[in-house]
């Protein structure tokens, strides 16, 4: 019988639903898994094993007495530290709140433990969510960044350690770290999934997102994640339809190729694997264009920068001023100089950012799918940084939904993947047409790693 | 002499400024940074904005 830990979170579901495995089954394989692997890849920052095995406990009990809480019944998932987990630690991945225990749970959170999921534990991130590095090592090189920000919640589902994971974007901490260790990252939406309880670092461009090894299993996450919450005022109320059930329409999609500035900052391995992919895609029945982006794209990381700077050194102000030596360097010099920016400039990068957003959308207009690569080289040797965001911020600026997948391993035999945008609040299509695509490129890296 | 750039006058207003409030040797140590700022800042004033965009938190 194939152990546990290495079924997807879909085939989780199913094996307890059916009775072939219970949730005790699956949290002591999952905690086995990671004793064995978490002294080298440090993806965890808080585990109560107590806790855990006594809901897991709990949760089978409901099963005997024909209790299903939800879709997600049993499943153990991990929550990076920057969401309020009530009565766990939450400290961000910082020496500031090194011993803070929020009272209640973020509603993405909240809506995991409604729908049955069990919290494993606090995946590792970067400081606040911004650059200075998590202890977690890539689970395919250990003397490779994983990515970040949401460092543990990549490397833990890459390695087995859990089925799935919350994390979140500002620049590309969500698609960066998937792509490097070779898992499915799903961005969606600006306003798609509820912040509310989570850490913030940028208002305008924080989003929360989801890691699995599949499509399908980010499709069951996001079915009990999306939706309007009255606690989070930038959430959509756009109907959420059941993304399992959406489907691709039978023709091939029309995929929209960013290709000038995405060539231009790759290395020659990267581009060399996403023609591969494109062509494997055409010969499947996939019609591709080139994309000509809009005006604005040429100024997109400057402004995503300049409002990252200001929006995180107005949430960081207070607590600046009270710890200064408790902020690490590359955030305490983000603070520094965010609070130089003129609330003109703020307010300029902000309207570059809404006229971008809406280019995107008629851009969006022609095509089904606009693809190009998740990031400019495989995840870098060293842990002093967790690789650059360039690639994946035209995609956290513009808010659309995007969703990296693994494409192959490059010569130093690391991830990489291809990263696919679709139309604000059309997730069903995206993770549709991506379905279609991982079946057709046909590269599924989680099930080699072991 | 012609007259300073866009970018090398956000570059002296952001080098005073980050004197004045976190002291020069800290100031000094941010240079690197504060040029790269300088020149997002230029950037975005240069970028020919509609009269009609407006910042919107919603998309």
């Known amino acids: 019988m194939t152990e546990p830990y290495r079924l997807t979170l879909t085939e989780m579901i199913r094996q307890i639903g059916r009775k072939k495995i219970s949730p005790v089954d699956l949290a002591e394989s999952l905690l086995k898994r990671i004793d064995l692997l978490e002294p080298s890849i440090q993806a965890w920052v808080t585990i109560d094993r107590g806790k855990f095995l006594e809901e897991a406990r709990r949760k089978e009990k409901e099963i005997s007495r024909g209790r299903i809480r939800g879709p997600l019944h049993g499943i153990p998932l991990g929550v990076k530290d920057i969401f309020y987990t009530a009565g766990m630690k939450t400290t961000g991945g910082s020496k500031v709140l090194a011993d803070f225990i929020p009272s209640f749970d973020s509603t993405a959170v909240l809506r995991l433990k409604q729908a049955g999921a069990i919290v494993l534990g606090k995946t590792a991130t970067t400081e606040f969510a911004h650059a200075d590095p998590a202890p977690t090592r890539n689970p395919w090189n250990r003397e490779h960044t994983p990515g970040g920000s949401s460092s543990g919640s990549a490397a833990g589902v890459a390695a087995g350690m859990c089925p799935g994971a919350l994390g979140s974007q500002t620049g590309g901490s969500v698609l960066r770290p998937a792509s490097y260790c070779g898992v499915v990252g799903l961005k969606p939406t600006y306003g798609r999934i509820s912040r509310y309880g989570v850490l913030p670092f940028s208002w305008s461009l924080d989003h929360v997102g989801i890691f699995t090894r599949n499509v399908w299993d980010a499709a069951l996450l996001l079915n009990v994640l999306a939706g309007y919450d009255p606690l989070d005022p930038t959430t959509s109320r756009e109907p959420v339809p059941d993304y399992i059930r959406a489907r691709a329409p039978s023709r091939g999609p029309l995929i929209g190729v960013v290709e000038e500035f995405y060539r231009k900052n790759a290395e020659d391995q990267v581009w060399e694997n996403t023609s591969a992919v494109l062509g494997r895609l055409k010969k499947a029945g996939a019609r591709v264009e080139k994309v000509k982006m809009p005006e604005s794209f040429a100024v997109v990381h400057d402004a995503h920068r300049v409002l990252m700077r200001a929006e995180g050194a107005a949430f960081h102000q207070s607590l600046f001023q009270k710890h200064p030596d408790l902020y690490r360097p590359k955030l305490r010099e983000l603070i520094e100089l965010g609070s130089l920016i003129p609330a003109v400039d703020y307010l300029s990068a902000y309207r570059i950012k809404r006229e971008f957003c809406r280019s995107m959308e008629r851009v969006m207009e022609r095509f089904d799918l606009l693809l190009s690569p998740s990031t400019s080289s495989p995840a870098p040797k060293g842990l002093e940084s967790t690789g650059d965001a360039w690639f994946q911020v035209p995609w956290s600026f513009s808010g659309l939904p995007t969703i990296t997948l693994p494409s192959g391993l490059s010569k130093g035999k690391l991830p990489l993947g291809v990263q696919l945008a679709g139309k604000p609040f059309d997730e069903g299509k995206l993770l549709a047409w991506a379905r279609w695509c991982e079946k057709v490129i046909e590269v599924s890296l989680s099930s080699i790693l072991d | ?59």
Do not use: C, H
């Not at chain 2, 800290?26 to 800042?41: H, K, M, N, T, V």
């Open chain 2, 1 to 59: 002499m012609p007259a300073p750039t866009k970018e090398e006058i956000r570059l002296r207003i952001l080098s005073d400024a980050a004197a004045k409030k976190y002291g020069e040797e800290r100031a000094q140590a941010l240079d690197a940074s504060i040029r790269d700022l300088a020149r997002a800042l230029a950037v975005i004033e240069n970028y020919p904005l509609e009269m009609e965009e407006e910042p919107s938190f919603a998309r």
